[in-house]
């Protein structure tokens, strides 16, 4: 019997999944120094000093958006994909188990990390948001993965809550505020990676364009949510009159500020792809800006775990 011998394309596969992922793992390495060695940095010559665990919290910070990123991007385009007419039955493998397990050890770890442990109201919170990324991913694996809404919507409850303190003024507002900044961030970075990874696999139909076309539709509003939600957050975080003095005068305006500047890089990108989905004869054109914008969403990711770690200007 003669042997047959593999196709370049055969043999060019495993080099190209091996490339990816290479470059997938040196991307979270390189967005795992933002929040690790972020913290002294954005001190430095404030006269203010980071705690000496900020850069562990940032990270789990981090680590845990990313989680609930993934999910809820996954939820809402496999959502996406249902209103697609004649679409493939293919889809990408889920990360959404693997997700949840992040956010668990990740909330678990930053539970142990709040003053007091899990007995304090923070460590409190921090346990809601194990268990409610336990039971996203057992949903994840079950016939119903949508059945992950709920307990993904508790995990942002739970940290809407966390980061405004009773103690805080108005902190209902500033909860309300977090929840709907969270929840529309989450579906726009975690959406992006999902539709892109189902792109692959529907790669040379007519779907792809029109799932690209639907996610970008959406995407718009949930940038204006996000910017609108954000900069209400911050002005209400930020002492009256020294708004601009304390974007460089402390370390949380610092960073406060380097997240402005990622997701305005990240808009940019966002309005390219969206010019040449419009503009291109064949809409998958769009595809590699929304790549670069995919990679500035993780930065943005792990910026805002950074931000969360930083102590908030003293109001006078």
Not at 8 to 15: F, I, K, V, Y
Not at 70 to 97: C, D, H, I, T, Y
Not at 274 to 301: F, I, K, N, Q, Y
Request: with cysteine.
């Amino acid at each position: 019997m003669a042997l047959i011998r593999p196709t370049a394309a055969t043999d060019s596969a495993p080099r190209t999944g091996l490339g990816r992922a290479v470059a997938l793992l040196v991307l979270v390495g390189l967005g795992a120094l933002v929040p690790l060695l972020g913290p002294s940095v954005a001190a430095h010559g404030t006269g203010q000093s980071a705690a000496s665990d900020a850069g562990a919290v940032a990270l789990l910070r981090a680590a845990l958006f990313a989680a609930l990123s993934v999910q809820a991007g996954e939820l809402f385009v496999n959502g996406l994909a249902r209103r697609v007419p004649k679409a493939p039955s293919e889809r990408p493998g889920g990360w959404a188990p693997y997700a949840a397990v992040v956010g668990f050890a990740a909330a678990a770890a930053a539970g142990e990390l709040a003053p007091h442990g899990h007995g304090s109201r923070t460590g409190v919170l921090a346990l809601v948001e194990a268990i409610a990324f336990a039971v996203a991913g057992l949903c994840a694996l079950s016939h119903r993965p949508s059945r992950q809404a709920g307990p993904l919507a508790a995990v942002v409850l739970a940290e809407a809550l966390r980061a405004h303190p009773p103690t805080e003024h108005s902190p209902l507002i500033g909860s309300g505020l977090t929840v709907v900044h969270l929840t529309c961030s989450a579906v726009w970075a975690g959406g992006l990676l999902t539709v892109l990874r189902t792109l692959r696999r529907w790669r040379g139909t007519a779907a792809g364009g029109a799932l690209l076309g639907l996610y970008a539709r959406v995407a718009a509003g949930l940038f204006a949510a996000v910017t609108a939600t954000g900069l209400l957050s911050s002005l209400r975080r930020m002492p009256s009159g020294s708004v601009f003095d304390l974007l460089t005068a402390t370390a949380y305006g610092r960073v406060l500020l380097a997240k402005v500047l990622v997701v305005g890089a990240v808009a940019l990108l966002a309005l390219w792809a969206r010019t040449r989905l419009r503009r291109s004869p064949d809409p998958l054109a769009a595809c590699s800006p929304a790549r670069v914008e995919v990679v500035a969403l993780g930065a943005a990711v792990a910026v805002s775990g950074l931000l969360t770690a930083m102590p908030l200007p003293v109001k006078g």
